[in-house]
């Protein structure tokens, strides 16, 4: 595998990012309308603007994977065990404890109030911010952890197969566990948000990356390919992820101005809990003597959320305006500046796993 160097791009995505979200939150708040717009254009909760950037941000990696590097990584299941391991048997509890801890004691006093949930049933606003805290906690990442696998120069193969059964695993463990964690009677599964958001996210760049790869390469040959076609496609991932950021806080820019303080204090939990499970997952996989390439998606993959699908259970358990779904979209709105931080932490501690090539 040849060693990827950081591009003009990658290599000041930080300043980027910062940049695009404060552009995206002025852009909201100068134009509400149009962010609403844009905003309701989605099929079963999944924003129609939001998928076409992620498409082309998946597109780029997907056809940069030699899917020989996919078979090896089906015969290799430590880090898939890891992934699952931490996904669906830690994670989803360590996020109730520190939703708890954080929003239900330490900040309890700061955040007042009392809403009225589908149903007609008075809840407390804090109780409603920690169901969404849990709805993120049982919502692992299926897709964007194939940007952030590929920018810490992971393995793409094993990325891509851990994102694959992840995605499977989802549909049988995420409602009997949320159910369980939120302790309602009966979750609904967003069936049509999670297919949905895995064909568009997942299957058709996968589709497209794989066919288009045999059919350059077998019209242009490979060195055409590797250093002509990739080096065109490279900006087209950090290009449409900055796009991506523009577009939601757009559309949460409103939302950001009118909740600051209660923002802020859901955010803490959240990183603590992104940060943790990242450790865990890279301390296990170190012990479990994983090359860096497996352990730098392994861990990442599990410190991020699926957010699309936390957001539609929350809209159709509590409504969209509930203290539950402001939960879920303060994930996205961390979600992307949290795990470049991550993805920086793997790329300077890469040599605490020996050989990472």
């Known amino acids: ?33 149009a962010a609403q717009t844009l905003d309701n254009i ?43 391991v931490v996904n669906w048997c830690i994670k ?19 955040l007042p109030g009392t809403e009225v949930v589908k149903g007609g049933m008075e ?19 299926t897709a964007m952890v194939l940007i952030w696998g590929h920018l810490s120069k992971g393995n ?57 790869r045999r059919l350059i390469i077998k019209s242009k040959g490979i060195e055409w390919f590797k250093e002509k076609f990739l080096h065109y496609l490279t900006p087209v991932s950090i290009t449409a992820l900055l796009i991506t950021l523009v577009l939601l806080f757009s559309f949460k820019g409103d939302l950001i101005i009118r909740h600051p303080q209660t923002i802020f204090l859901i955010a803490i939990p959240l990183f603590i809990q992104t940060c943790l499970i990242f450790l865990l997952a890279y301390g296990l996989a170190r012990w479990l003597k994983l090359p860096y390439r497996d352990a730098a998606p392994s861990a990442l993959i599990g410190a991020s959320n699926h957010f699309e699908v936390a957001i539609a259970t929350s809209a159709m358990l509590f409504g969209l305006s509930s203290g539950a779904s402001l939960a879920t979209v ?10 470049l931080m991550l993805v920086r932490i793997c790329l300077k501690t890469k040599h605490l796993f020996g050989n990472v090539n």
């Open 1 to 33: 595998m040849e060693e990827r160097k950081l591009g003009f791009f990658e290599r000041y995505l930080t300043a980027w990012v910062i940049g695009c979200i404060g552009l995206g939150i002025l852009l909201g708040k100068a134009f509400p309308q």
């Open 42 to 84: 989605s099929i079963y909760q999944v924003s129609i603007p939001i998928a076409i950037c992620l498409f082309f941000m998946m597109y780029p990696i997907m056809v940069k994977i030699d899917f020989r590097e996919v078979i090896k990584a089906g015969k290799t299941p430590k880090p898939v065990i890891l992934t699952l």
């Open 92 to 110: 989803p509890f360590t996020m109730l404890a520190i939703a708890t801890l954080f929003l239900g004691v330490l900040f309890k006093g700061w």
């Open 123 to 141: 809840v407390e606003l804090y109780r409603s911010y920690i169901s969404g805290c849990i709805l993120l906690g049982v919502a692992p990442c």
């Open 156 to 212: 793409d193969g094993h990325t891509l197969v851990m994102v694959a059964i992840n995605s499977l695993t989802m549909l049988f463990l995420y409602a009997p566990l949320g159910s369980w964690l939120l302790g309602v009677n009966r979750m609904p599964i967003p069936w049509q948000t999670i297919v949905l958001s895995v064909v568009i996210y997942v299957g058709l760049p996968l589709f497209l990356g794989y066919h288009s």
């Open 330 to 339: 303060v994930g996205v709105l961390i979600e992307v500046p949290v795990m």
